[in-house]
């Protein structure tokens, strides 16, 4: 499939079925997290596969935007690990290296017929927490995975985009 034509399928999908996920597509999703670029390629990044009874009973408890997902996928990064600017102190890679492994991750998704939701709604601090992760990680997103329930859609507002000369401008 085309890119252009892969970004404009996938969507928020907030109906799952209960139908698993294979392992043989998780692990390709998996990979092309693993191919995604990151700042001096450090890796910084982890993904928790949250999938057990007592792993989704946990999420769903912290989340209400995990909406029937099979499999989540909780996106972290190492802060010991991330890329730091030598020029700004406070410039670093390590959310922006999730992003774009957590990217790479949904768009490979959807090219096998998955659907996913980026979900920011959580509490990071106590989902560290509950899922006992080192100190020196810090939760980005959470991707729940699946495949959709019969009747799913992408919400009303999916299409709409704001003017490109809104958002670009050439110098």
């Given at each position: ?15 799952f079925s209960d ?145 490109l000369d809104e ?5």
């Open positions: 499939m085309a890119f252009l034509d892969l970004a404009r399928e996938r969507y928020s999908l907030r109906t139908r698993p996920v294979e392992q043989e597509k998780l692990d390709l999703v998996l990979e092309a997290a693993l191919i995604a670029p990151t700042g001096k390629n450090i890796q910084p990044w982890r993904i928790h596969v949250l999938r057990s009874a007592e792993a989704l009973a946990k999420i769903n408890e912290l989340s209400p935007c995990i909406f029937g997902a099979p499999l989540v996928l909780l996106f972290t990064y190492d802060r010991s690990e991330d890329w730091q600017s030598p020029l700004e102190a406070d410039v670093r890679s390590g959310v922006e290296d999730v992003s774009i492994v957590a990217t790479h991750a949904m768009l490979e998704a959807t090219e096998l017929g998955l659907g996913t939701i980026w979900v920011n709604l959580f509490p990071n601090t106590e989902t560290e927490r509950a899922f006992d992760l080192p100190k020196t990680e810090r939760s980005v997103l959470l991707m729940p995975i699946g495949y959709a329930a019969e009747g799913a859609h992408p919400s009303r507002l999916h299409a709409q985009t704001r003017a958002l670009v401008d050439y110098r």
